[in-house]
Structure formats: structure tokens, C-alpha cells
């Protein structure tokens, strides 16, 4: 059996016989502990509940409502049949015109106008991560590597490394100046990866930040742009949550709006992975975009595209949708406004039982800080309150040291992707997880007292609605808070 499998792996590629995809990281693991027990509220109450998955779904009757009243936009309909033919045979990978138009027209919009966006240069991909991936062929090669401030989207460990060979050089950023990014910060990682003999070819920034749910300030961005401009490496950014923004001040900076506007760059090195997986809530759809200032970049990521186009259908649609400005419109500020609400009754739940998270104002998740309910600071100890979130509270919570995360205890909850109810459930779990350790480790007395305020801090409704949720049991190897 061993002669058998060891012949297997030498008749495969490295690629086939490693271990390079990172499934083996907990944040995937999350994902198949949902899997194997989905909450359902009538199949599954007692299942895990899916806080592992960036996904919007706070506005999808939006877009139903759109697709009922325009059905000439599917040429699978009786409507849009006459299109089929058109749509349906052989298209050329730069994609179909109307569908370049209305995206470029769609992310200026989402920028506030404040920025345009030429339609020939946008390349269609895969998704982000098919975009992503597609970049770091045409900046790097096998070996070069790119920097990556702290925590960043366990993802890009795949997408940017699996197939091309592309190294990430963490720029450690933390909690205490609440992971802002900064110039010693990225020097420091620039000049380690040098000693090393790792050679740089870029910055990677997701702005919004996934995991953090916020997003980079104008000189922050300027900063950036003046060391990648110094240092004569790329800058890519990642922009696929720009429509998550959910305050009006400070509003959203594109990387686009600081080379158009406020600095003096080499325009060859900037380079922007956009998608409508998490700003439109299509992430089935598989609509990656690169955009980019350089010219080749452009040229040879379209011709790499034909390994991962959007579908001729997808694009027809995605093109009529997005061209209604009404609709747009209205989609944007309805969602912008849904997941300002979900935001802060998250939050706010959260609170009341003594949980705090990052201030954010963008993304469809919070970051969660359980540092405190650490029995040590450090992964070890982070793994173990996982362990017990996962298989006892049955809640999916990916936890930082899975982003990278140099400070142990923080954890990134998404909020997006269920109904109200279901978001209620998974609240009641957090607060009767709470009310157990408050239990295993706080005296008769002070105990009533913090379970008193905790009630009266709720509505009677919500709060018989967080006691009625199923319990851990007894036997729960809850972790102790330092004192």
C-alpha cells in the first residue's frame, strides 16, 4: 500500500502531491464543521450556525424585484430569447462591450463619482481570486514576494501563492494602535525580506480591510503610494468591498482617486482587484475584475483570462442590471443603509454581555476581541476558545491567528449572510456562552448582580428570545478570563 501510494505521488505533480492549497489552516476547517452540521431552524436547530462566510445577503430581494420587472436580461427567458443566439455563441476574451461599460460605470459610481474608470481597461476573471492569482503571474515570479500588512484574508495564502509560486511577506500590524498600517511598519518587513534575499515586487492593501471592516485614510494611502513609487514595486489593491461602506464621513478613498488627484506616481506600478461577490451579493456569479494603469499588465492579464472568463450570459446580465442608474442607485444606499443596521445591532448585542470589537464603518463582518477570555495570550490558548465556540457554542467564528493576526484573541464574525432570526440564535448562543463562564468563575453574589444588569439591559422579548437558545454543557472546558 505504501510502494502504491508513493508511486502515485511520483506519477503526480508537485502541485498534485503537496500540500500548497492551505485547507489545512482553521479558517477552512470552520467551514467543515458548517458543512458536516448545518443550522437549519427546523431540520437543524441545534447545527452550526455560518459566521465563517463573507457573503451579502441583506438585499437580494432588490435584485429579484429587478429581475421579475426585466426579464429581457436572462436570455434563458421566453423574454430575452431573441438575444440568445448573440449571447450564446464564441466571444473573444476582452468581453462583451456593454458589460465593460457598465462595470467601469458601476465602480465609479460606487466611489462616489469622485473617480472614472476607462471601460478598455477592465479585464474580467474568475472572481477576485481568479483576478488575483492572474496579477501575480504578470508582477512576479516563482520566489519574489509581495507585502502584506497584518491580518490579512487567509485566502491570499491560496490565491496568490498556490499554482504561481509567489511568496507573502507579512507587515505586522497590531492591535495596539488598532492595526493601522505604518511606514516603520512596512519598511521594517521591506528590510527583513532584503536581509533575507527575498526579492519585493509589491504591496498588497485590501481597502476595505477583510478582516477589519475598515479602511485606509488619504495620507495613509499617499504614504503607501510614495513608498511603492520609492522602491519601484507595485501596488495592488484590493477594492472588492468599496460598496460595504456603511458612514458618510469619512467616506471611501479609492487608490484611483490619489493617483488622479492628490499625488505624483509611476501609474505603471498601480493596479486595482475589484469583483461584485461581496458589494452586490454575487459571488456565485464569479465576476472578478482587474483593473490596471499598465499597459502590458492589461494586455497580458486579458489574454490569461481566457483560463477563467465570465460567462457571455452572466455578462449580459450583469451589463443590463447594472446599466438601470435607478436601480443602482437605490441599490447602493439600500444596502449601504441594511448593513449600517445589522452592524450595529451586532454590536450592540455583543456589548451587552461585555464583548467589544474593532470600530469599523465598512465590511460585512465585525472583529471581535475575545482577549480577555484567554486563560494565556497566546494561539494555543486562542485555539482552545475556538474549539469551544465551534463544537459547543456552534457557532463557525474564524479566529485572527488565521489571518495572520500578531495579537492572539481576536476573532472575525460575519453578519451578512443570514436573516434577522437567525442572526437572534446565534446572538442567544454568544450570551448563554457568556452567562456559563460568568458562572464558572465569578463569586454567588457578583454573579447575580451581572446577570440582573445583563436583563435589564434587554428588551423582555430579545432577551426570553437569548435564554431559549440550547445550552453547552456542563462539561464545557471554558477558558478563564485573567483577572
Known amino acids: 500500500m505504501a510502494f502504491a501510494l508513493s508511486n502515485q505521488e511520483q506519477l503526480l505533480s508537485k502541485i498534485a502531491a503537496g500540500n500548497g492549497h492551505g485547507e489545512d489552516s482553521p479558517y477552512f476547517d470552520g467551514w467543515k464543521a458548517f458543512e458536516s452540521d448545518p443550522y437549519h431552524p427546523t431540520k437543524n436547530p441545534n447545527g452550526v450556525i455560518q459566521m465563517g462566510l463573507a457573503e451579502n445577503l441583506l438585499c437580494h430581494e432588490l435584485v429579484e424585484d429587478w429581475l421579475m420587472n426585466n426579464p429581457k436580461a436572462s436570455i434563458c427567458s421566453a423574454e430575452g430569447l431573441n438575444e440568445f443566439k448573440g449571447i450564446a455563441i464564441f466571444q473573444d476574451y476582452h468581453g ?15 466611489r462616489g463619482n469622485r473617480v472614472t474608470f476607462d471601460p478598455d481597461r477592465i479585464v474580467m476573471s474568475g472572481g477576485a481570486t481568479g483576478a488575483h492569482e492572474t496579477v501575480a503571474f504578470c508582477l512576479a515570479d516563482p520566489g519574489d514576494a509581495f507585502l502584506v500588512p497584518t491580518p490579512y484574508y487567509p485566502g491570499f495564502d491560496r490565491d496568490l501563492r498556490w499554482r504561481t509560486g509567489v511568496q507573502l511577506v507579512p507587515v505586522v500590524c497590531d492591535s495596539s494602535n488598532d492595526f493601522k498600517v505604518t511606514m516603520e511598519a512596512l519598511e521594517a518587513a521591506y528590510e527583513k525580506a532584503q536581509e533575507s534575499n527575498i526579492r519585493i515586487k509589491g504591496v498588497l492593501i485590501t481597502n476595505p480591510s477583510n478582516p477589519l471592516g475598515t479602511f485606509l485614510d488619504r495620507e495613509t494611502l499617499k504614504d503607501i503610494v510614495s513608498f511603492i513609487n520609492e522602491k519601484n514595486i507595485h501596488l495592488v489593491c484590493d477594492e472588492i468591498y468599496a460598496a460595504t461602506v456603511f458612514t458618510k464621513e469619512p467616506s471611501f478613498v479609492s487608490i484611483a482617486e490619489i493617483i488622479d488627484q ?13 469583483s461584485l461577490s461581496k458589494d452586490m451579493g454575487f459571488p456565485g456569479f464569479r465576476v472578478g475584475i482587474i483593473y490596471s494603469y499598465n499597459d502590458q499588465v492589461v494586455s497580458c492579464a486579458r489574454k490569461m483570462s481566457s483560463f477563467g472568463l465570465v460567462s457571455s450570459q452572466t455578462q449580459h446580465l450583469i451589463a443590463t442590471m447594472l446599466s438601470d442608474d435607478e436601480f443602482v442607485e437605490k441599490f447602493i444606499a439600500e444596502s449601504a443603509k441594511r448593513i449600517a443596521e445589522r452592524h450595529k445591532a451586532f454590536t450592540w448585542g455583543l456589548s451587552q454581555v461585555g464583548i467589544g470589537c474593532l470600530k469599523s464603518n465598512a465590511g460585512l463582518f465585525l472583529w471581535m476581541d475575545l482577549h480577555h477570555l484567554l486563560k494565556e495570550q497566546t494561539y494555543k490558548a486562542e485555539m482552545a476558545l475556538w474549539q469551544v465556540i465551534i463544537n459547543e457554542v456552534k457557532l463557525n467564528v474564524s479566529p485572527g491567528s488565521s489571518f495572520h493576526c500578531p495579537n492572539p484573541g481576536w476573532f472575525r464574525v460575519c453578519f451578512a449572510n443570514m436573516d434577522d432570526r437567525t442572526m437572534e440564535i446565534a446572538l442567544s448562543r454568544i450570551t448563554s456562552f457568556m452567562l456559563k463562564n460568568v458562572e464558572a468563575k465569578v463569586p454567588n453574589k457578583k454573579k447575580l448582580c451581572w446577570q440582573r444588569s445583563l436583563r435589564l439591559s434587554m428588551s423582555s422579548r430579545r432577551m ?12 464545557s472546558p471554558l477558558v478563564q478570563a485573567r483577572t
Do not use: T, W
Not at 458589460?99 to 465609479?108: D, E, H, L, P
Not at 426570553?464 to 462539561?475: G, R, V
Open 96 to 110: 462583451l462591450p456593454e458589460f465593460r461599460n457598465a462595470v467601469a460605470k458601476f465602480m465609479g459610481k460606487v
Open 262 to 274: 492628490d499625488i505624483a506616481c509611476n501609474r505603471n506600478l498601480i493596479h486595482i482587484v475589484y
Open 464 to 475: 426570553d428570545d437569548f435564554m431559549a437558545s440550547p445550552c453547552m454543557s456542563p462539561q
